[in-house]
């Protein structure tokens, strides 16, 4: 089976990329054979809407440019798989000068299709993909600002007559790049894109079960994302990229991991634990307070009177513990711990606050 991948972002290292590789390693492992398209490095200019195509020289644009090709493919292919970042809530200009290019095949006058939507008349009866699947990369955390665009996508697929498989949406694209938060589900979210792959070749389908899983929510709630996403973007600044680079070092920030912390506390070990504990990490002149009571646990991004435990160290030290990379010996026997007050509770503290379990 062939499949046109319709490839429309810029940023070749991207999220965007890394979700769609991993789509068409599952439609490749599925026996499709896979034309890819970087739609961003190649002419394909905005319809001028000349209608020439349909006037003049029917099937044929006056522009000379990659399009000709592309649409000889798209007429030749079973599947069409499109990938595009949303930029201004909608595709990439990539993709939407592509779609716009398809007016050649499409033929002058309306008819009415099997759904009751009006559509043009096909230039090729008989010939043309079959089936379209997508992914729709967001930064934005609210899923909501993708339906527009997942509705157009699927309106173009209805004028191409393709059958719409499935469109896979990915928003708070940034979270990606902090797997600590939510390891399972990032790991889910990966999954799934190649499992919709698989299906997509397979099964008329993409199923409800992996398009909810790709775009399941990472974190937990929108001040959760913006603080991150800020504290995301001040290390893409310091690394001059938005890379992996600039992820992995929001990643270890203590400032999100002293938040995921107290997130992932466990409600039943702290059942009877009434303690104030308050950090501070001198290096960033940072200082937060723990407070449990009956189970719950609550972070305040200051100090307070007399807690119950002091734990002072460098952010760096601490960001090692919650992420598990120190060994408990080691942390205690560390020069730059500096403990004071209730020591016993200290030790008890990876019971409290074990690692994500998502
Ligand atoms: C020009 C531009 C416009 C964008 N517009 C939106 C938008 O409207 N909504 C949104 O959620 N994210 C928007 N973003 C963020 C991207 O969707 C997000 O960073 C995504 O991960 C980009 O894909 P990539 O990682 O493959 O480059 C925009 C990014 C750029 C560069």
């Known amino acids: 089976m062939k499949l046109l991948a319709l490839l429309g972002y810029p940023r070749k290292h ?23 398209e970087d739609l961003s490095t190649l002419d394909v200019r905005p319809c001028l809407g000349c209608y020439s195509c349909w006037t003049k ?52 006058g309306a008819e009415i299709g099997e759904n009751g939507i009006e559509r043009n008349r096909w230039r090729y009866p008989g010939r043309g993909p079959k089936r379209m699947a997508a992914i729709l990369v967001a930064g934005r955390k609210n899923p909501d600002i993708i339906q527009p665009t997942i509705k157009m996508l699927e309106l173009w697929a209805g004028a191409m007559r393709m059958e719409c498989s499935g469109i896979l949406s990915r928003p708070e694209s940034c979270a990606l790049r902090f797997p600590q938060a939510k390891p399972l589900r990032t ?49 893409a600044l310091e690394a001059g990229d938005e ?39 001198p290096d960033k002149g940072l200082a937060y307070t723990v407070a449990i009571r009956n189970g719950t646990c609550s972070l305040t991004e200051s100090a307070c009177p007399s807690p119950t435990l002091l734990i002072r160290c460098p952010s760096s030290l601490w960001s090692a513990v ?3 990379t120190i060994a408990g010996a080691q942390l205690m026997a560390h020069p730059d711990l500096h403990l004071e007050g209730d020591t016993q509770l200290f030790r008890r503290l990876p019971r409290y606050f074990p690692p994500p379990s998502d």
């Open 14 to 36: 991207g999220h965007t990329a890394r979700l769609a590789e991993l789509f068409l390693k599952g439609a490749a492992s599925a026996g499709a054979e896979i034309q890819r």
């Open 57 to 108: 020289n029917p099937g044929k644009c006056v522009q000379q440019d990659e399009m000709e090709r592309l649409l000889t493919l798209f007429l030749e292919t079973d599947l069409v798989f499109v990938a595009s970042p949303i930029y201004a809530f909608s595709v990439s200009s990539y993709v939407k000068h592509f779609m716009e290019r398809t007016l050649t095949i499409l033929s002058p």
């Open 187 to 235: 790991k889910a979210i990966l999954t799934g894109c190649e499992r919709a792959g698989i299906e997509f070749v397979t099964q008329p389908c993409i199923s409800e079960t992996i398009l909810k899983e790709v775009s399941a929510p990472l974190l937990a709630g929108l001040p959760y994302f913006a603080q991150y996403s800020r504290i995301f973007w001040e290390h």
């Open 243 to 281: 890379c992996d680079a600039a992820g992995e070092a929001a990643g270890k920030d203590v400032r999100i991991l002293i938040h995921e912390m107290v997130r992932n506390a466990s409600p039943t070990t702290l059942q009877d634990v009434t303690a104030t504990i308050q950090f501070e990490f």
């Open 322 to 324: 919650v992420q598990r």
